[in-house]
């Protein structure tokens, strides 16, 4: 089963290499590609507390090297971005119901036996 935990090098690698190549772009365009990148997969994962802290860790210290503020800005910053914070478990929670709502309506019937499964 993947863990952010066992993989949180992966994680921080490849939002430092998306840091790296993005000198171009302003702060609003690195963080959708850092939330599409972190978040990407989230609604087939079952999030624990632990794994949800740490996804939360990971999302807050990128935003905190995006707009190079501390941790108590963060608030401000995602106000202004109208960023939603993933702190909020609905966050995730509403990606995962639009993900299975999307497989139910699938052509295929496996996908939507899965799917149904799945959303119990």
Same mark, same amino acid.
């Given at each position: 089963?993947?863990?952010? !935990? +066992?993989?949180?090098?992966?994680?921080?690698?490849?939002? %430092?290499?998306?840091? !790296?190549? +993005?000198?171009?772009? =302003?702060?609003?365009?690195?963080? /959708? @590609?850092?939330?599409?990148? $972190?978040?990407?997969?989230?609604?087939?994962?079952?999030?624990? %507390?632990?794994?949800?802290?740490?996804?939360?860790? !990971?999302?807050?210290?990128?935003?905190?090297?995006?707009?190079?503020?501390?941790?108590? @800005? @963060?608030?401000?910053?995602? /106000?202004? =971005?109208?960023? =939603?914070?993933?702190?909020?478990?609905?966050?995730?929670?509403?990606?995962? /119901?639009?993900?299975?709502?999307?497989? $139910?309506?699938?052509?295929?019937?496996?996908?939507?036996?899965? !799917?149904?499964?799945?959303? +119990?």
């Amino acid at each position: 089963m993947w863990s952010l !935990a +066992s993989n949180a090098g992966q994680v921080f690698q490849s939002f %430092n290499s998306i840091y !790296a190549k +993005s000198s171009q772009f =302003t702060e609003p365009v690195i963080q /959708h @590609l850092v939330n599409a990148n $972190l978040l990407y997969g989230s609604e087939v994962i079952e999030w624990n %507390n632990s794994e949800l802290s740490n996804i939360v860790y !990971a999302f807050d210290s990128a935003m905190c090297r995006i707009y190079n503020v501390n941790l108590k @800005l @963060l608030p401000t910053v995602y /106000h202004y =971005t109208e960023q =939603t914070d993933i702190r909020n478990n609905y966050y995730i929670v509403s990606r995962r /119901h639009r993900f299975l709502s999307k497989c $139910l309506l699938n052509s295929n019937s496996v996908i939507r036996y899965i !799917a149904h499964r799945f959303d +119990s």
